[in-house]
Structures are given as C-alpha cells and as structure tokens.
C-alpha cells in the first residue's frame, strides 16, 4: 500500500476483490481512516489461525509480517493478541478472513 493513499480507501479496494472472489470477511476493528495499520486473522477454521501486523521494510515498503513470531497459532492466543492490540492502538483495523488454506489474499492484490 502507498503511504500517500488512506488506509480506509485501500481496504475497500482489497475488500470489494473479497467480494468478487466470494471469500468471507469480518472487521473486527474499525480504525483510523487515514493512517491506521491492518492485523490480519486468517483463520483456518480448525483452531488455528495465522496473524499478520503490517509493516514497514527499510524501503519504506508495506509487507506482512507473523505478529506471534509463529506461522500459526491457537485462536484464543490470536484473539488474546487481538484485545491486546486494540487496547494499546485504536487507530488499528483488524480483518478476519475465513480460509482453510490460510491465504494472505492482500498479498495477491497488493
């Protein structure tokens, strides 16, 4: 994502091709339409899910990022996470995606 383009805008764009590829969403937390960051739930519907946190490369480039350290982790420990950060950040946006292969679907339209 361009840092010139509000976050609001750019989660549209992503959401409306989760709409036209028929994959269910969920936002959890709305944040701050202008510069919030996106933690991103996939979860996997068998317990486990993956957390992604947006972030920043040395280019200054948006990536994602395991925001456990781990590629997967229990959903109560990522929910726990997730409570966690809204407390700490309310600029965040929280999406949970729906897929059991775990797919970073922001990654194919970025």
């Not at 997730?82 to 194919?108: G, K, Q």
């Amino acid at each position: 994502m361009s840092s010139s383009i509000p976050v609001h805008i750019w989660i549209d764009a992503q959401l409306g091709m989760l709409n036209a590829r028929g994959i269910f969403y969920y936002i959890q937390q709305r944040g701050e339409q202008n510069t919030g960051t996106v933690l991103l739930k996939l979860n996997g519907l068998s317990g486990e899910c993956k957390l992604l946190a947006q972030q920043r490369d040395l280019d200054g480039n948006l990536g994602w990022v395991n925001a456990l350290r781990k590629e997967l982790v229990k959903e109560m420990e990522a929910d726990s996470y997730i409570a966690r950060s809204i407390s700490n950040d309310p600029d965040l946006w929280v999406i949970e995606i729906e897929d059991s292969e775990m797919n970073n679907p922001f990654e194919l339209f970025s």
